[in-house]
């Protein structure tokens, strides 16, 4: 369904000069600089999947789908959406897609939500049934009765993120394309937003690929995860995959009785340490909590302990950090 092959996306950036009227010397005899965005990058989508795209700030994630929906054009590579090549048809594509910026709204800033959502209707030729049925399901599942009369302008973040889905989804595409669709919304509203990507996803088979600094998101929503760094995948595949590479440690925190001086224990390192509590990392194919436990509780009395299992945020992070893998080779 999305094919991308050997994908690059270079930016020419205007290097300023220092100095009195710098802005001006610029203008007249620009430098630039070649800023390559998204290096080679190839993977496959299926249809019906729901993928993570995920990676530090400036990885190349917007670049990528900037391309994948047509706004931009590749340097060089191919990607190739149901048939189509986004930036040479992309009226053909427009039909077959849906796109949310986290960061700015697609919809018109001063009119009511349910204006824009008419005017949607005219450009992309809905039918009235379809445009009907689909009303119906976004006031079932995003409430948009509760602010569709209101202006764009005056939506909170939540609502406007509802309102820009809503807007994406109004042309039933197979294909759905989401930015940071989660950025800056608070908790309640971001379990009903993904709990609504996962209903379209599972009933109506969209494809999704989402992007986000939220590993929540990815956790609850992407079986698949890709994680692009400097315009590279660095990762393409399952998050359980990760979870048993990255996750094989475990950090058992010991409140004891009395405040006792820094000591370590035979399989397990000592991480930290606060006034009662001591936190001791171990590996979990090496020493078992229940040993570590006998061991130290044998030489200090133990008053709590949990055992904490790695979040996937902290994995995720070890390998933004550089401890890289191959692609495709956890
Ligand atoms: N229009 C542009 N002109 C020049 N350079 C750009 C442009 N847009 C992006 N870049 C550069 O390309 C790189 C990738 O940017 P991109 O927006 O794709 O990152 P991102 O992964 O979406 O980051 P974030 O998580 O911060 O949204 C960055 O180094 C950025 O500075
Ligand atoms: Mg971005």
Sequence with gaps: MIFVDSLVKEYKQTIRKDGMFSSIRTLFNPN??????????????????????????????STS??????????????VEVNGIVPSKNRKEHAKQIGVVFGQ?????????????????????????????????????????????????????????????LAAALLHSPKILFLDEPTIGVDVVAKERLRAF???????????????????????????RMMIIDRGEVIYDGDIEEIRMKYGEYRTLVIQFEQPVADFNVK????VKSDGTKKWFKFNRNEASPSELITLIGACYPIKDLTVEEPEIEEMVRSIYEGKTIDARAV
């Excluded at 990507?197 to 590993?215: A, C, G, S």
Aim: proline share 4%; aromatic share 6%.
């Design 32 to 61: 630039f600089n070649i800023k390559r965005a998204v290096n080679e990058v190839s993977f496959t989508i299926q249809e019906g999947e729901l993928v993570g795209y995920i990676g530090p700030n400036g990885a190349g994630k």
């Design 65 to 78: 789908i900037k391309m994948l929906t047509g706004i931009l054009v590749p340097t060089s590579g191919h």
């Design 104 to 164: 700015k709204t697609q919809l018109w800033w001063d009119i009511p939500v349910i204006d824009s959502l008419r005017l949607l209707k005219d450009i992309y030729k809905v039918p009235d049934s379809l445009y009907k049925k689909n009303i119906d399901l976004f006031c079932e599942l995003l409430e948009l009765h509760q602010f569709q009369n209101t202006p764009v302008r005056q939506l909170s973040l939540g609502q406007r993120m509802r309102a820009d």
């Design 197 to 223: 990507i996962k209903e379209i996803n599972r009933e109506q088979k969209v494809t999704v690929l989402l992007t986000t600094h939220d590993m929540g998101d990815i956790e609850k929503l992407c079986s």
């Design 267 to 270: 399989g397990a390192e000592l």
